[in-house]
């Protein structure tokens, strides 16, 4: 017998919150950095490009890791592992604001923070969505999935 829906729901909330907290801080970290690179830094769109283009590498790569990692460890411990890694992506973007830091550094720092933002990213939703349907059970997993979509 599964639960009802409003108390799995309820269960699968932090994870959802977990989620959308991580999708809120990387669109709001991709938002300012095209002026970062262009204005700040003197940099073109095609660096821009690059940069932001590591994040979603790395987040497509990332979630055949957290994948198999969150089977063999369990979702909690993968989402935890990704909630570390998109924090502390932002002390990358903080080593890249270090006044007179050489520009090699500076770009460098950018594509670590965004790499490390990319594979957090990929265990929090990965992770997300296999315990949302070990929540729920295969007869709704489907359902876990919409309200992952969602969170995101």
């Known amino acids: 017998m599964t639960a009802p829906k409003t108390s799995v729901l309820l ?9 959308a907290v991580a999708y809120l801080v990387a669109g709001a970290s991709l938002a300012s950095l095209p002026m970062h690179l262009t204005r700040d830094q003197g940099y073109g769109a ?45 002390l990358f973007y903080l080593i890249s604001l270090v006044p007179n830091l050489p520009a090699s550094f500076s770009i460098a720092a ?29 007869d709704r997993s489907a359902q876990a999935i919409g309200w992952a979509g969602t969170a995101l």
């Open 110 to 138: 950018l594509f670590a923070g965004r790499a490390q933002m990319g594979a957090g990213e990929a265990f929090i939703i990965t992770s997300g969505q296999a315990w949302g349907i070990a929540l729920v059970g295969p």
């Open 46 to 90: 095609d660096l821009v490009g690059l940069v932001a283009g590591t994040q979603f590498l790395f987040a497509i790569l990332g979630r055949i890791w957290a994948g198999r990692l969150s089977d063999r460890i369990g979702p909690r411990a993968v989402i935890c592992a990704g909630l570390v890694l998109t924090s502390a992506s932002g």
């Open 11 to 19: 269960a699968y909330l932090p994870v959802l919150l977990a989620i």
